[in-house]
């Protein structure tokens, strides 16, 4: 059982108590809505502002105590994903070693990931970071848990000019 009253919906009626018809249009609104648009248009421009004589003006941004210059390196994960994405920016603020060393659950190094996902850009980003031949070779001889080198796996991923730069 219901407590509550039921609701009687009415027709809305206009000022005089007439009841509004769907086909009669709204005068005063429309008067109304063009006087306000012939004032707005009626109104002169204003004049472009000059440009500034001289450099242009630099944000100062002030650091609070504490707070860190650059953004912090990326975690092992965060760099992982930045090689599968081609995102040499992420890729750019670690160091050669963490680049290296960087490996997910199944042993992929940041190199593996990049040559599997067809990152062109960050495999040679992940090369040019080991400046030496003899980091480069061991960097190019890591290999996962079946066995897999970031050779074989651009190749079996059908990136071929990938696997090609990595010969």
């Not at 769907?22 to 306000?36: G, K």
């Not at 941004?61 to 994903?81: F, H, I, S, V, Y």
């Not at 031949?133 to 990136?159: F, P, Y």
Request: overall charge positive; glycine content about 6%; some cysteine.
């Amino acid at each position: 059982m219901s407590l509550r009253k039921p609701i009687a919906f009415v027709k809305a009626s206009r000022a005089g108590g007439a009841v509004a018809s769907p086909s009669a249009p709204a005068q005063p609104a429309v008067d109304h809505s063009r006087a306000l648009y012939e004032q707005v248009l009626a109104q002169p421009k204003l004049p472009e502002p000059e440009p500034a004589a001289g450099p242009p003006a630099t944000l100062v941004t002030r650091r609070r105590p504490g707070q860190r210059k650059d953004p912090p390196p990326p975690t092992a994960n965060q760099l992982l994903a930045a090689a599968e994405v081609d995102d040499t920016r992420t890729l750019a603020r670690c160091t050669p070693a963490a680049l290296a060393e960087a490996r997910d659950p199944y042993g992929w190094s940041a190199l593996m990931v990049a040559a599997a996902a067809g990152a062109g850009g960050a495999v040679e980003h992940i090369l040019t970071a080991t400046h030496r031949a003899a980091d480069m070779r061991a960097l190019l001889a890591i290999e996962d848990a079946r066995g897999n080198t970031a050779v074989s796996l651009a190749s079996a991923k059908g990136h071929g000019a990938v696997a090609a730069a990595l010969l």
